[in-house]
């Protein structure tokens, strides 16, 4: 596996640590060696509508927007969400997607069912990862606020990135309690 | 994180920084005296970048201010007696402060101290405004510098250069980014931070000290005219506008014109293509540099101007080949086609990679070894999600009480009601299920749209407005409806701060527990609009649980509502009831649970108030503590008692 271009698009909904988990990664990222760079929207987005983020490193990406067809991993906070940014994934089925069995039902119709969904991500990856983030995030750390860093410690498996480095962007993210829960989420799901 | 770096950083240190991060950087490597603000997305983290570490700098002076014009009307006094100034807005900001800018342009200093950069933020796209529009627009109007960068590294060298230009020909140089370059954060490599040499003597030119209309041609010609010749000389020689890639090759004899972010998704574009494309790269977009681009143009057969929203560039370019007599094919949107249809690339919403490289395929007939246009077929059961008011929004409560408060006082007086929005979270009130919006222009506009409909028909009009924005533009159209005794209702929905940019503080914030701290002094909203003279109530929602709460609003707004509909009274009512979003960060959170046994799925907490964090599941209310605040409002409304603190289960 090469490094050199490596997109990730994120995606959930606006309250669940996206733009937290963007910039651990990132900050990791960079005190790896690596160009960076990631693209976040604020504002209107952060009130329960949908935000999608990318964060791609390597030295020819410079744009903040990948092209479509053109993404490594996708990964989505809410089960759902993942539909919304299927046209990132590559045709030749290798993206990875990673999606959190978390699902929100507040959409305004009706929530789509498992087999849609398999259906839709077969037809784009061989490579689907669900990761149960709301029991994770219970069971260790007793918070939902977790599961961000939950898919943070699963996905650390696919990336060129060392422990330490990414434990230290944590710490320099959080204090106290919070230090504590999110480093026990990390390292649960790291050990996955 | 980033706060240390930009404080602290040494020349030559890296950091991970946001485009709005660095340009707070690039501005203390100025020697920066003085920062003005009025929050706005995506512009807001400069301002609390430097609310948060002016003190540490030597900085003058940093302020939130009322609004933008009287932010650039103090950031260009400071510039006009001496002082090295900043005043940072959003895309519609600038219409506000649009009036002192024409004065500040024909200003000009005799300090050497003396500069000025007017940071602007567009929104392509609308990610967070009430409209889309492109600021660069405005540059033929004023006839000022302006720069734009095209990612975080040049958000800092571009201010740097902003500030030097400004230095030099005494002029306001405008810097452009938009939401996709101040909130894209990246590897950034920083300089060495200045420390300003600014004096105590105020000494400006006679004629602008006194500004007599009588001067102002003169002014123009002078000041304005003479100066932006200068600028052109500058535009032509600078670095920040260059042919890159000079020597590539392709068989369509094609070159690419293009500026800011728009430059990245065209490399993005090309290295998808495998398309050697020599490149014109804009970053000094005012005035556009006549003779390079004329050059340009005369080295190939086709050239391709790529730009986000409208054709402030190709408009020009069309301009200098014609009056060159050059052959050139110009590719773009084509400004007089005003079709999506006819149009190569889209005059509405924001720009990517895949947009530049369908254009580019369209020119050049490639085949991509990826078929993008298949992609773009594929169509799924999408899950868009509709923004909506916070979770535990204590104005949530307020639409659900006046809109039970309206169906009372139809059903009494018979009248329409019609209502009139502003901008603020409570925008969101227009959507389903509240619906409460007839007419929403911008900042400010509720109270004097209320009295236009009031004064011509026999309905009943009820403007609804924050307190942030009632202090930024909101107050003359009050005094205007009191004045003028026009009957409307005016709702003023006070969550204490600036919410929806980020719970920025305004004149009736209460700072203590915050950073601004004791700095400033709260103005009192109720003392205020009692001192107006007008009909004034005001009611406050505690933290503590009241479960009469909704009821008492309801039936205040139904008792003042009937009273216009009847006596032609002007009312307002004064709304009080904190952001959850500043509460959490001063106190814990106590999470809501539905004990399923008392639950009977009235569906009141998930369908009629509509929490985000509340939907159905298994036939019973679910509160998802992921998203629970614990504002604690569904307590107070369930009518069987089936919401508490703790977790049954």
Not at chain 1, 1 to 21: A, E, H, P, S
């Amino acid at each position: 596996m090469t490094f050199d271009n490596y997109t990730i698009v994120i995606t959930g909904l606006g309250g669940q640590g996206l733009i937290r988990l963007l910039q651990i990664l990132g900050n990791a990222l960079v005190n790896q060696g690596y160009k960076v760079i990631t693209s976040e929207t604020h504002g209107l987005s952060q009130r329960g509508g949908k935000v999608t983020c990318f964060l791609r490193f390597g030295n020819k990406l410079k744009a903040p927007i990948p092209m479509i067809g053109s993404a490594d991993m996708i990964i989505a906070l809410e089960e759902s969400s993942i539909i919304d940014v299927l046209k990132y994934a590559k045709i030749d089925k290798t993206t990875k997607l990673i999606i959190s069995t978390y699902e929100n039902h507040n959409i305004g119709k009706e929530y789509p069912s498992l087999d849609y969904l398999l259906k839709i991500l077969y037809e784009n990856s061989d490579y689907i990862y669900f990761i149960p983030t709301m029991e994770m995030a219970v069971k260790h750390t007793n918070n939902l606020k977790t599961m961000n860093i939950v898919i943070l410690g699963y996905i650390l498996r696919f990336l060129p990135l060392k422990h330490s480095i990414i434990e230290e962007s944590i710490k320099q993210n959080f204090s106290g309690e919070a230090l504590e829960m999110n480093l026990n989420a990390f390292n649960e799901a790291f050990n996955l | 994180m980033s706060k240390n770096i930009i404080v602290n950083g040494k020349f030559g240190d890296e950091g991970f920084l946001l485009g709005n991060e660095a340009i707070v950087r690039g501005a203390l490597e100025s020697g920066i005296d003085i920062y003005t603000y009025y929050p706005g997305t995506p512009s807001s983290e400069v301002g609390e970048t430097f609310t948060d570490i002016y003190k540490e700098t030597g900085m003058k002076w940093v302020e939130c201010s009322i609004n933008e014009k009287v932010a650039i009307e103090v950031a260009g006094a400071a510039y006009a007696r001496g002082a090295t100034a900043m005043v940072g807005m959003k895309n519609v900001g600038l219409n506000v402060a649009s009036d002192p800018l024409f004065a500040l342009a024909t200003t000009r200093p005799n300090n050497k101290n003396s500069a000025m950069v007017i940071l602007v933020a567009d929104d392509p796209q609308q990610y967070s405004s009430a409209v889309e529009m492109d600021s660069r627009n405005y540059l033929k109007l004023f006839k000022i510098p302006a720069l734009e960068p095209s990612n975080p590294q040049e958000c800092l060298d571009f201010t740097k250069e902003a500030f030097k230009i400004s230095r030099k020909l005494k002029l306001p140089v405008l810097l452009r980014t938009v939401t996709m370059v101040s909130h894209a954060r990246s590897n950034v490599i920083i300089g060495e931070i200045k420390q300003s040499k600014i004096e105590e003597d105020f000494d400006l030119p006679k004629e602008v000290n006194v500004a007599l209309r009588i001067f102002f041609l003169d002014m123009k010609e002078n000041h304005i005219y003479n100066r932006m010749k200068e600028a052109l000389e500058m535009s032509e020689n600078s670095t920040l506008n260059r042919v890159e890639n000079e020597d590539a090759i392709n068989e369509f004899k094609l070159g690419i014109i293009t500026s800011g972010v728009s430059y990245t998704y065209v490399l993005e574009a090309l290295r998808f293509l495998e398309l050697n494309v020599p490149l014109l790269k804009i970053g000094f977009i005012n005035p556009i540099p006549v003779k390079k681009i004329t050059s340009f143009l005369e080295t190939y057969d086709q050239v391709f101007i790529i730009e986000e929203n409208d054709t402030f560039l190709e408009t020009q370019i069309l301009a200098i080949a014609q009056m060159n007599k050059l052959k050139v094919i110009i590719h773009g949107k084509d400004p007089f086609s005003y079709s999506k249809k006819n149009s190569l690339l889209p005059f509405v919403g924001e720009l990517n990679p895949t947009l530049v490289a369908l254009a580019l395929i369209k020119i050049t007939n490639l085949k991509p070894k990826v078929d993008i246009n298949e992609i773009n077929e594929k169509k799924y059961n999408i899950m868009e999600r509709k923004p909506i008011m916070c979770a535990g929004c204590p104005h949530r409560t307020t639409g659900y009480a006046l809109q039970k408060a309206v169906k009372k006082i139809k059903s009494k007086t018979g009248k329409n009601i019609y209502f009139y929005q502003d901008i603020g979270c409570y925008t969101l009130l227009a959507l389903p299920p509240f619906s409460f919006a007839n007419v929403k222009y911008c900042m400010g506009s509720s109270i004097a749209l209320a009295q236009g409909v009031a004064r011509t028909s026999e309905s009943l009009n009820i403007a609804i407005i924050g307190d942030g924005t009632f202090f930024h533009s909101g107050i003359p159209a009050l005094l205007n409806g009191i004045y003028n005794k026009t009957p409307i209702l005016v709702l003023i929905l006070d969550n204490g701060w600036i919410g929806m940019t980020g719970q920025q503080p305004h004149p009736g914030s209460d700072t203590r527990y915050y950073k601004e701290g004791n700095l400033k002094k709260s103005i009192d909203l109720e003392q205020f609009l009692r001192g107006t003279g007008a009909n004034v109530a005001a009611i406050k929602h505690y933290e503590n649980i009241d479960e009469r709460y909704t009821s008492n609003l309801k039936n205040l707004i139904f008792e003042k509502g009937v009273d216009i509909a009847e006596n032609k009274n002007l009312h307002v009512i004064l709304i009080k009831d904190e952001c959850i979003q500043k509460i959490v960060k001063r106190q814990p959170i106590i999470i809501r649970y539905v004990d399923t046994e008392l639950c009977n799925n009235c569906g009141i907490c998930y369908s009629q108030f509509l929490c985000p964090a509340i939907d159905e599941r298994d036939n019973s209310a679910f509160i998802d503590s992921n998203l629970c605040l614990g504002c604690g409002i569904c307590e107070e409304i369930c009518p069987n008692n089936a919401i508490n603190m703790e977790d049954v289960l």
